[in-house]
Structure formats: C-alpha cells, structure tokens
C-alpha cells in the first residue's frame, strides 16, 4: 500500500497516485474461469485442472447451462489418498493423462492447470509436463500453468495460459504483427483483415485455434495487445525479443482507431492510406454508438473489480458516450499497459484497486449509480435495492472488440437501464 | 485422483452454505481463497436470492501463506461480526484452507466474540456437499439447542393442547423446498398440528435454542436431516417421522405416522387432490408400461419410483443415485423394481446406464436433463443439482397432495397425449401431419428448447426418405433393407428409435446379417414376451 491511513480513519487509503487501494475479501473469480473460453478458442486443446472438488464445482457454475456431451475441460479432484504421499500423487496424475488420452485422440494440447490445492501441496506441474511430454510428444504436447485463486483473479488465468504458451513458440525472423489474447473468431477475423488492408504483411494471433499452428515468434515481430490483461504473456513476449505497441485497446471508435494506429505507424503504413482503410468502418461504428448516446450520456456507472477490463471500457463509455464514472475498480491495475488509457480517463476519476467488498458496496449504495458493473454473485442483491447491474462476465464472452461491436458494446450498457425504464412491474 | 466432468455434489462447504444461507441471523466464516467465492452465485442467480449469502470468506493469497493467514482469518471473522451482528457463527475451512491448517475455530475462541461460534470439520477431499450440509446442520442443532427447554406437558392447565412439531432439512437450494414446506406446513395445520419451528430454512439460532419444545420430528431431507434427527431422538426423546410425503401413497402414509407420533386419530375425509384420478382417467391409460429410468438424490429417486410405479403405472428400467449415503435404500428399492441399481457420480456412467436402459421418459436431476436431451429423451426433473428453471415463480411442490399433482403434470407433460398417439400413428403419412410436427402440446416450446424437443423426428426421419427411394437403392450398412427401413418409417416416431436398437440388438444377437421386413417383426415379438 503506497500510503496507509491514518489508523481509526475512515477515508479510503487513496495512495499518493490517487488510487485507492483495498485489501479486504475479493468477491472475484479465480483464474480458472479462463478455461471457459480458451477451450472454446483453442479447439483441439484440452484443460485439465488439478484441483479440488470446489474447482469442479466453480467451472461447472461458471459454465452454466453450456454443457457439453464431453467438454475439453475436466478436474483431477486431489483425494484424500492422493495427500498421503506425493510421489504416489504424481502416479494419479499420469495415470489420469494417460487415460484421458486414450478416450480423446484429438486432443493435441493438453494444460495441466495448477489450482490453490495443487499449489499449497507443491505439486509440481511444469515437472509433471516435461514427463508427460516425453511420453506424448510428438503427439500430444502437454504444457502447464496455473489458474489458482491465490495466484490469479479471473481474467488472469488467461494471461498465465499465454504466457506458458510463448516459450513453446518457434523462432522466426520475419516482420510480423502478432495479436496476443483470446477474441471471439469472428472478432480476430474482422481486425486482421483491417490490418491486412492497411498493408502489413504477416499478421498472427496468439493464441492461435489449433495446436499445431501456434504463430512463431522473435526480434521482428511486432505485437499488439487486444486485452488489458496479459501482463506476464507481454512479459515472456519481450523475453523472445518481439516488441510491445503501447496502445489504447480496441473498443470503440476512438480505442479501435488508436489501437490500429500504433500498428500502422509501426509498419511504416502512410497516413493517406490509413485513413482511407479506416474511414468506413469507423464511421460504421460512430453511428452504431450514435444509437445510444443518448439513452446512456451522463449517465452513472460503477465498476465492481472482475475481467481488468474495467479502465479500457470506462475510458469508452466516458470519452464515447459521455457516462460519468463513480468509481473504477479493477482486481489488479498494470500501470504500463494502462499508461494511456488512464491518460484518456476524465480527471479526478476514482480508481479502486484490489477490494474489501462490503465497504465498496457501502459506497455503492451511497453513490446509487445508474448502473453496476459487478460479478453473478453480486448482481441480483443489488438489483432488489433497486440498482440496476451488468454482470462483468458477458463483458468476457461477448464480442466486443473493434468497430462492428463498438455498438453492440454500448447496448450492453443500455439494456440494463432501458429495461428498468419498460418494466412497469 | 478422479476425472470429473461435471459434478453432481459441491464441496462440503457447500453444504454448510445451503444451511446458512437457509437460516436468518447467522453468519459463516470461511477461511478460502477468492475463487471459492463463486458459490455466492448459486443462491443470487439459480435461486434468485435477492440477498448475498451470509458468508465471509477470507481470500487469503499466495503472498499470505506461511505469514499471516490465520491473522487474515481473524480479521476478517472480527469484521464480520461487527458488521453483521449475528446470533451466531459457524467458522471452517475450504479446501485449500483445510490444506494449511491455520484452525478457524481455535482462532475464534480466542477473540472473544460476543457470540456462539460453531466449529465445523468438513473434509474436503473426502466428503461431499450433502454430507456438508448434514454435518453442518447437526453441529448448529447440537451447539445451540438449549437442552432445558422441552416441551410442555400435553395437558395443562388450560386442557390438552395442540401437538407441535418441527419440520427439519430444507435448505437455500433445495429442489422446491420453498413450496414442500408450505405444502407439508397446511398439511399440517390441517391436521391440527402446530410447527414448532421450520430448520435449517427462515430458523434463527434463537429458534434452534428452542428446537426440543416440540413433540416430534418430521425429518423431511434426510441427506440433510437425519443426522440431527437421530440426535434429537437421544437428546429429547423426541419421534422422528421418516416417511418422505411424495406420491399420494407415500403422503398417506405420512399422515398416519405424523398422526401417530401427535397421538392423534387419522382423521377420514382428507382431500387427496385429483392425481389419483387423473392417473385412473382414460387417457392416462396410454401411460401403462412407459419405460422410465430414475436418477437423484437417494430419497428423491427412492420416491420417484414408487410414484412412478404405483400411482402412474409405469414401468421402472433404471434407477440410481449419487450419493453414496443412501445406496442402502437404493438398492433396496431397485431390488423391488428388478433393476441392477446404479450408484456413482459419474455423469458418463449416468449417461451410458440411460443409452442401454433405452427408456421412454428420464426423471433425474439437471444432469440428466442434459443426457435426455442430447439422447433426444423427454425428461422431468425430480432432485437436486438444479438450475435456475427448477425455480419456478409459481408454487409447485413435490410433496403432499398437491406436489403429486404437480408430478403428474410435470411427468406427464413431456409425453405425448393419449388420444393423439393413435392420431400421430393414423396420419402420419398425411402431407399435413408429418412427423416433424410432433406431439401438438409441445408446440409452446421456447426457441432455445425447440431444437432438443423436436430434434428426434428429424433424426429419426431419415429412414422415411430413404425409404421412399426407389427399391434398387443398396441396403445401407447395417444391414436393412429397403423394403424393412419402409416398415419402420411407418413406426411411430416416438417409439421407432426404440425399435430399430431392438431389431439391430435382435440381428446382432442372432447372428443376422440382413435386417428384413420379417426381421422387424420377429425382433417385435421377441422383446414383446
Ligand atoms: S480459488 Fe482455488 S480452490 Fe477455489 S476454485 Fe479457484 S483454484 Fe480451486
Ligand atoms: S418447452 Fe420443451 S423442454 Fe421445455 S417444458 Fe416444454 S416440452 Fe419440456
């Protein structure tokens, strides 16, 4: 903490950055929940957790009703046989690979993903890979991270995913653009073809959607971030030589054309010609935001700490559609991927990170938003005190990014309140 | 280590949330980490609970562990009870908790809350959210029943006075628990019986204090309630009855014990609702002989069978539960039925007993609701793990009267209707009245049902277009002929899957090659012994 209160104060401990921090309970998903679109997106990948029967359980509830006849996700549940002795633990383990294997041919990825159990028990999972990958490969590579809800929040178990993904890339020279973070296909397709049409030449993602065509990487490569999150996959990046384009990130108008704008100046893309590619889809979007300007302008959002997409997207609905901001909280703040979306936000805007979450919902109820941006276990208790709430989570798995979605992105917002504005129940 | 899917059972201190959640002005601490947090949308979103489970949970990290987790606890148990003030508080350890052994309650006792602080044991890596629940509920009967308060003699001084009893096991989450308490609680009254208090559900820890003023117990949960039932039978001397009110038998039965252990008559004129009726009504003769595979909870499948088999003449293929706990009067009751009893938690072994059992109606939690649909099987729910559509807005009980009212349409409403299964079979080759219409009451079916409800017919109408391919077209693998896939196209849609395994697993086993038209009917007498 940058600047503890004074003690018996009740003020928050705004640092001396002005941000306030809080360490009290996190009403936050673990990292684990990231398996719930990086199996969809990773088609022939497969997640094992190996947890407990509470992470069983959390995946199971944060899918909902998607359940499929056999998912490419599943839990070794650590059992109480399995906590007597390691060695015996790593036996299960491999017979468990081993089995899943067999029954699922077209697996060609296999996560070993490490949970709070796993961890506290030291099981060693990048051990337990390297052995399992001498007995697969080459047909099966096994890698592992860790989604732990000691270790990560959220949208961090998808930052912990990509980041083991890097060291495993093949090496290339080629001048190459590279897209780093998981986005719906439709999404990924749309932006690699503005870029494409801007001219730059090679354009991979990362991750890609099969196992066998993960981009290769190296000191010409140049990246882009589409999600706030990924620190540590940036991090493993600049260690294989690629370089960061700092940018804003690509939701709205504005974010979209600043995000494209950092690539285009990087591959020498003449301005004449950017501006030509941009025009029509930007404009696509301006009107697509036009729509609900109006309904959501001055309105007053609070961001409950959940997907780290919190300052990206109150910089959009601030800049674009004129909401104010109450309060931002966000489970983690990475200041240098955040440097100019902070810069974007209105002055004074109270940034929170980190929660206590009966005290933030103290200020909740004192600030009685317009609408709160919160987790599932949190929304229906404030809507019944008549607040109206997004739930973060479909910001996760909706496709929101770029200019074709800048609008369906502000009518997320505006649901919520044209709803409460129709109900006469 | 065990590879699971999906999950019938939450941790254990799952469990211990349902009890909580259920009960007023008592809070739960649970030493955790952030993600186990997640259990709070179980109660906001698939409930619809308008309030936050009463449940601290500590978020220790990474960074805390071997320093100052058990301070974290502290703090965090302090916070709680300054800011909720509650009656009492139950305190324990998550999975991971339970891992670095920082002893919530021995942490408690010495801050001096100003409370009663339950410690609960709940082994993770052992135990499961039902054993959780009971455990839990146990621990708070035993920590805070006030062994003084009995109840009062049955004739005082103003006469005999009315029989009281408690109503023990419903939780938050509970599949319709809400309605069976109302349902049992008018019974009840009905019958001239006072409920002393309902628990865990809307009891305070004051109301537990006073849990041996009643007469008797009506353990309605048994997963959660035995436990502290036969508890209360050493402590109180107090009955317990034990028969769960499902089915109009079932129910009649439980006015009799409850009649018994109040020592009062049964009384004669009782109305028993319209299932007993509807079930021996002329349309529901087409429900003989449905073949329905069971799966739940022990006590709920114990009961959906006996309903099943007694009150709606079906005939039971299958019957399971996962909870290991009742596999004792599981097997018991599949012994009865002639059916090898399936007890596991493993979806896929659900899934497979469901495929071979090739049943006509599923009842089983939202489990199996998924295997019917994926199986294209009409399915009921009929026990827990729910969803959110297991909520209903309106009352709909399981238990007494009215909750067999409720199976009866509940059950039945997947099926097709009497009269229209001889109409589907009469028109079925009218251009008008193809197959893909299928059973007209369903036509209601919302767009992201319709797929799964209607999906069989278009599985299953290959075999008409083929069938009316000219006859030079080869056989398909498999070994049907043309001449037999036309018969079958003329099977009803809703029995010609079934007929066609049965033929296949005919030819299979008596070593033939070509299914013919004759093969068709043989295999049709064949299963009809
Ligand atoms: S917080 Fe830890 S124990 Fe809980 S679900 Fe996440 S990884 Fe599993
Ligand atoms: S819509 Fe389909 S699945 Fe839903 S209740 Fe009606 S028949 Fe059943």
Redesign the interface.
Known sequence: MSAGPASGCDAPPVGVDGILRERGQREVFCGLTGIIWLHRKIQDAFFLVVGSRTCAHLLQSAAGVMVFAEPRFGTAIIEEKDLAGLADANEELDRVVTRLLARRPDIKMLFLVGSCPSEVIKLDLSRAASRLNTRFSPNVRVLNYSGSGIETTFTQGENACLAALVPDLAFTDDRQLMVVGSLPDIVEDQLTRLLADLGIGKIVSLPARLAGQMPAVGPNTKYLLAQPFLAETATALDKRGAIHLPALFPFGAEGTTAWLHAAAQAFGVPEARFEQVIAAPRERARKGLALYRERLNGKRIFFMPDSQLEVPLARFLAGELGMELCEVGTPYLHKGHLIDELAALPPGTLISEGQDVDKQLDRVRAARPDLTVCGLGLANPLEKEGLSTKWAIELVFSPIHGYDQAGDLAELFARPLHRRDVLRV | ???????Y???P??GAMRVATGMRDLHYVLHA?????????????IE?????PPV???????RD?GKDTAELFKT?AR?AYD?YRPQAMIVGS???AE??QDDPHGLSLTMGLDCPVIPLEL????R?ENWGASETFYQIVRGLADKERKAPPAVGENGPRRPRANLLGPTALGFRHRDDVAEISRLLRDLGIDVNLVAPMTASPADIARIGEADFNICLYPEIAAQACSWLERTFRQKTVKTVPIGVNATREFIAEVCAAAGIPVPDAIDQGRMGWWSRSIDSTYLTGKRVFIFGDGTHAVAAARVASEELGFKVVGLGCYNREFAREVRAAAEKYGVEPLITDDY?AVEDAIEAAAPELVLGTQ?ER?IAK?LRLPCAVISAPV?VQDFPARHSPQMGFEGANVLFDTWVHPLVMGLEEHLLTMFRDDFEFSDAAGPSHLGHASAAHAPAAHAPVAAEAAPVAEAAAPASVPAEPGGWTDEALAELGKIPFFVRGKARRNTERYAAEHGVTTITRDTLYEAKSHYAR
Not at chain 2, 48 to 52: E, F, G, I, L, S
């Open positions: 280590m065990q590879l699971t899917v999906w999950t059972e939450g941790p201190h799952v980490p952030q993600g186990d947090t997640y259990a709070d949308l179980l109660f906001t979103m619809r609970r308008d309030h936050r601290t949970y500590t978020t220790f990290q990474a562990l965090a916070d800011r998550s999975c991971t891992l670095i082994p993770s890596y052992s499961k896929l489990m998924h994926r969803h």
